[in-house]
């Protein structure tokens, strides 16, 4: 049963990072328009054009993150293996190890890519705050990976803990 969790938690981050991306981008784009060009985009343009762009943009990055989280997140299992066996324990290993993954695959894919096309090929990232958006949404899709591929036991675990935390 483990390798149907992998698969649809591979599957739903994929999804969730082209979401994101591409919403993302957009957010960015538009931002530009309006602030250094002066455009003034209304609400309902803003809108159609994030719901247009995740259509269209959609594939592009689910394609993306789907070849950098089929690199990051065996290497992401690997390393949280291997500091399990040098005793570094604890429910948020998982969690950090690929979310950490999410977001540094995203990256790297992006700046590989630009450096392939000598372009950044997604407009919403070419600034430090875009790409830095484009990590974020790699990040938490990975969280959504370890959330899902996680035992139902560790993750009351992690729920507990963080509840007595907060109070």
């Known amino acids: 049963m483990l390798w149907v969790r992998q698969i649809i938690g591979y599957a739903a981050a994929v999804a969730l990072a082209a979401a994101l991306g591409s919403l993302f981008s957009t957010h960015f784009v538009l931002r530009t328009l309006a602030a250094d060009l002066g455009v003034a985009i209304g ?23 789907a070849v950098g989280f089929l690199i990051a997140f065996p290497v992401a299992a690997l390393i949280i293996r291997q500091l399990r066996r040098k005793g570094v ?30 372009v950044m090929p997604v407009a919403g990232a070419r600034t430090l705050g875009g790409l830095s958006a484009q990590a974020l949404a790699g990040a ?10 996680k035992s139902r036991e560790l993750r009351r675990k992690v729920g507990k803990k ?6």
């Open 140 to 149: 938490a899709a990975g969280l959504l990976h370890a959330w899902l591929t």
């Open 162 to 167: 963080t509840m007595r935390s907060i109070n």
């Open 89 to 118: 324990a604890g429910p948020g290993l998982h969690y950090l190890g690929y979310g950490s993954a999410g977001a540094v695959a995203m990256a790297a894919a992006l700046l590989t890519m630009q450096g392939l096309l000598e």
């Open 43 to 65: 609400a309902d343009a803003w809108l159609s054009t994030m719901g247009r762009d995740l259509v269209g943009m959609g594939p592009l990055f689910a394609a993306i993150t």
